[in-house]
């Protein structure tokens, strides 16, 4: 059966000091029970990767979300843009297919989005192919850090951390069960997808083990709009996941996840195309990714300034494109390897409790680009580069009670990092790049009785310019020439906008502030009923904002005899002076024995400052609210969710007239699912959940990409748990 997670763990958790990936794996008991009313009042989510130690989300001063192995099951996700549907501040562009998802955080997308898989970096990045490479079914724990975490985490965490954590063998038993076995099996309509899964696991005095094969296939998307979008996946996923205790001082632990995918649809993930008969505008997708994690975790006992962290992680992420219609092959592969090693001392002096946290991290991204359609061999677009982080850093978090003789406590969270960051191209004759940053910041929240607490931060962070920002070249797109037509062939020549690459891009760096609040009151209306809410605004201004410029322009020559050279203008990145970001998050939580609400509200607003265009990733103000029922006489929940969204326009900078223009705009819209799950006690361990996403067929956009959302889908899953 389902298993919730135990407050009285969570809360034990929260002593426990370790790096994030190796804390992550004991934040769950394997003594599962229910939750009292009682209980419920201590009821606790805690952050790990907010402040890299654990700490209850409402005391962190900032936003993070949290989402946990009973609410992943429950909404039963297809993809990560699913499973984290809700979250305020987090959107996903690139379209409905999960091969061109990418995420932003507070309008920040791209580079600015840090992605880690067990603590393990995820860095592929491509123009138009997704970021993600893990399947839901093997999520356990999903953290998103919402704002600048450069103090902790270097270069590519400006927008914030995406942070995932794979399932383990204590999450599926109970206490005095040593092993067992999860099969599952479940399908959605407008996909016609299909997924089957395989878990076993065991868990010893020493050592917890679990292995899981996941097989995941779909077809064409059904779009709200009456269209099939091009889709066909076969992915296959797997984990194999141990950690062993070798003392009590000394644990050790691995993990292997491999990740692949063979699609059929455009070569441009994010593109809108719909295929001919013949499929001749598909390409053959490759799509394969594999993460090895090994790491330890030492704290001798008795000894409060010892605990000590080390983790090593390679990952290897790969896209191969076969088009038969030239034939061609091209390919795009980034490996990644790092480590890290942290140390976190705790003590106390008279009313302050202190944990001291000193680490290092070094990483390496390596790109190659391949393409059998060139002379040289290489891809255009895909520059063969490297980028090298090297970052120290410190972090104080002192929590104070009775401050200077004020009632309740302070809690103070200072941090710092440098970093020193080396680029290299091995096509070009350009010389390799080196800078190096500095990112402080400082946070702090008071609480002046038990249920309210507000908080303040400033951080500053920087991003490094990219190897594919940086070293560009090769064709953007192909048109067809304005004038030229070639009657041989029965079709315009066609001609390209070229990348031009830019070697003197500078580091992006910002300046944020937050402020907000949280309230946490129970027994409200009755015994142990919790309400949890936390809002907070904030505001960025960014000095050499990295930006995609398209120059869109024709060649005088392709007007006039003999219409060529012709071209259609450049593209390449560029800094933007300054640029502002700011917005408004709530989230807000009831729950009691029979019902649970959660409410969530962002928004964003984006401004460069030369000229008053709007930028970044931009999104109309939503509202998202989950309402559901709990029968616990029968095992069995109820809900729906809601979202609600006002209309939305673009404005851009038009240079010819001086003015902005409406460039881009949206209906506002409401989207109606529901859902139901239920814990069969005929069969002991089996667990149902039903749903429908997108109720009544609504066609409605979330954020730009020529293409309404996925339309009504009907879903099902049916798990069967066996332990001993």
């Not at 939580?589 to 928004?603: C, D, M, W």
């Not at 996403?693 to 020529?706: A, I, P, S, W």
């Amino acid at each position: 059966m389902k298993q919730p997670i135990k407050p009285i763990a969570l809360l034990l958790a929260s002593s426990a000091l370790a790096q994030p990936s190796v804390l992550a794996e004991n934040l769950s008991s394997a003594d599962n029970t229910s939750i009292t009313p009682d209980a419920m009042a201590s009821l606790e989510q805690m952050t790990v990767y907010g402040t890299s130690n654990p700490l209850p989300v409402l005391d962190y001063p900032g936003q993070v979300s949290v989402v946990d192995k009973d609410e992943i099951e429950l909404h039963n996700p297809s993809s990560i843009s699913d499973l984290l549907r809700d979250v305020p501040g987090l959107e996903f562009s690139g379209g409905p297919r999960r091969t061109g998802e990418t995420p932003s955080i507070r309008g920040r997308g791209g580079e600015n989005v840090l992605i880690l898989l067990d603590g393990a970096r995820q860095s592929f990045i491509s123009a138009h192919d997704g970021r993600f490479f893990v399947d839901p079914e093997l999520i356990r724990k999903a953290e998103v850090v919402k704002g600048p975490a450069s103090a902790l985490y270097g270069s590519g965490a400006v927008g914030g951390v995406l942070a995932f954590e794979s399932i383990k063998a204590k999450d599926f038993l109970n206490k005095n069960e040593t092993m067992g076995f999860r099969v599952r099996a479940g399908y959605q309509n407008a996909n016609q997808e299909h997924v089957y899964s395989v878990t076993g696991y065991t868990l010893t005095e020493n050592a917890d083990i679990l292995a899981s094969i996941n097989v995941r296939q779909s077809g064409d998307i059904a779009l709200a709009s009456d269209v099939d979008l091009p889709s066909d996946d076969d992915l296959y996923s797997g984990l194999f996941k141990l950690t062993y205790r070798v003392n009590d001082e000394l644990s050790l632990n691995g993990s292997w996840q491999r990740f692949s995918n063979t699609a059929i649809e455009p070569n441009n993930g994010q593109g809108v195309v719909i295929a001919d008969g013949d499929n001749t505008l598909n390409v053959e997708k490759d799509i394969s990714s594999d993460t090895v994690r090994l790491g330890a975790h030492y704290q001798p006992a008795n000894q409060s300034w010892i605990d000590l962290s080390l983790t090593t992680y390679q990952t290897d992420s790969e896209v191969e494109e076969f088009d038969i219609s030239l034939p061609r092959t091209t390919t795009r592969k980034i490996e990644t390897n790092g480590v890290s090693v942290r140390n976190v001392s705790q003590f106390s002096f008279e009313q302050s409790d202190v944990q001291f946290t000193v680490g290092a991290d070094w990483f390496r991204d390596e790109q190659t680009g391949k393409d059998d359609n060139t002379q040289s061999g290489l891809r255009g677009g895909v520059p063969n580069a490297q980028a090298s982080f090297t970052g120290l850093f410190a972090q104080l978090e002192l929590n104070v009670n009775e401050p200077m003789g004020l009632p309740g406590e302070l809690l103070v969270v200072p941090g710092v990092r440098y970093d020193r960051f080396e680029t290299k191209t091995f096509d070009l004759s350009v010389e390799d790049i080196e800078d190096s940053a500095m990112s402080p910041r400082l946070a702090a929240s008071y609480a002046p009785n038990h249920w309210l607490r507000v908080f303040a931060s400033y951080a500053e962070a920087f991003r490094a310019p990219s190897v594919n920002e940086l070293y560009l070249d090769g064709v953007h797109f192909s048109l067809p020439h304005p004038t030229l037509f070639d009657p041989q062939n029965g079709q315009f020549v066609f001609i390209n906008n070229n990348f031009i690459a830019n070697p003197d891009l500078k580091p992006e760096r910002s300046d944020t502030v937050e402020v907000g609040f949280s309230i946490d009151l129970n027994d409200i209306f009755t015994d142990g009923d919790i309400w949890q809410n936390k809002v907070s605004y904030y505001k960025s201004d960014i000095e050499d904002l990295i930006d995609l410029q398209v120059d869109f322009a024709f060649d005088p020559g392709c007007f006039s005899v003999p219409f060529l050279p012709c071209t259609a203008g450049t593209s390449s990145s560029a800094n933007v002076e300054s640029a502002s970001i700011d917005g408004v998050e709530l989230e807000s939580r009831y729950e009691n024995q029979h019902v649970a609400i959660n409410l969530t509200y962002s928004s964003i607003d984006g401004t460069n400052l030369s000229d008053g265009s709007d930028l970044g990733t931009l999104t109309p103000d939503r509202l998202n609210v989950d309402l559901r029922y709990k029968l616990q006489s029968l095992q069995l929940e109820l809900g729906t969710r809601l979202q609600l969204a006002k209309a939305f326009e673009r404005n851009t900078y038009d240079s010819e007239t001086d003015s902005l223009v409406l460039s881009e705009s949206r209906s506002g819209y409401g989207v109606v699912d529901i859902y139901a799950s239920w814990q069969m006690e005929s069969v002991d361990g089996l667990y149902l959940t039903l749903g429908v996403d997108n109720l009544f067929d609504r066609q409605y956009e979330r954020v730009f990409e020529g293409v309404t959302e996925v339309g009504r889908n009907a879903k099902v899953s049916l798990a069967w748990t066996a332990n001993f």
